[in-house]
């Protein structure tokens, strides 16, 4: 039997809203990425979505049109996390519905780059301890 070496890969999970759960590791760079890139197609959907609302003079349509982004954007998020969120976070709010002025969807995105730079902040401390004391130990021998 092999020897097992474990080592800490990051990964943390959090509590939206009293929700759901997510994990991820807010130190990852390859998350930050998808999530900036998520920001960007959501951003581009709702414009899309406002242009088309604008154009349209059937409330009907406009409704249908709403809810077709809605599930675009639903699906765009829950693809980010791995697994179905939206339902849980937002029940039947529009993510692009307002809230402290600024669209669902762009609340939960924002909150978690939030949590990620507070997140790197204490890492890089905890680092910086563990150099130090590696330094130490190796420094004496």
Do not use: H
């Amino acid at each position: 039997m092999a020897d097992i070496i474990s080592f800490e890969t990051g990964l943390k999970t959090y509590m939206l809203n009293d929700k759901c759960e997510v994990s991820f590791n807010p130190g990852d760079i390859n998350f930050l990425r998808q999530l900036y890139s998520v920001a960007e197609e959501l951003d581009k959907r709702q414009e899309e979505f406002r242009a088309e609302a604008q154009k349209r003079e059937d409330g009907k349509r406009l409704f249908v049109l709403a809810q077709e982004a809605d599930k675009d954007m639903r699906e765009i998020i829950d693809g980010l996390f791995g697994k179905p969120v939206c339902a849980d976070l937002f029940g039947n709010l529009s993510v692009f519905a307002v809230g402290d002025g600024f669209p669902l969807w762009a609340n939960l995105l924002y909150a978690i780059v939030d949590k990620m730079d507070d997140s790197l902040l204490a890492e890089k401390q905890r680092a910086q301890t563990r150099i130090r004391k590696y330094s130490e130990k190796y420094k004496r021998t």
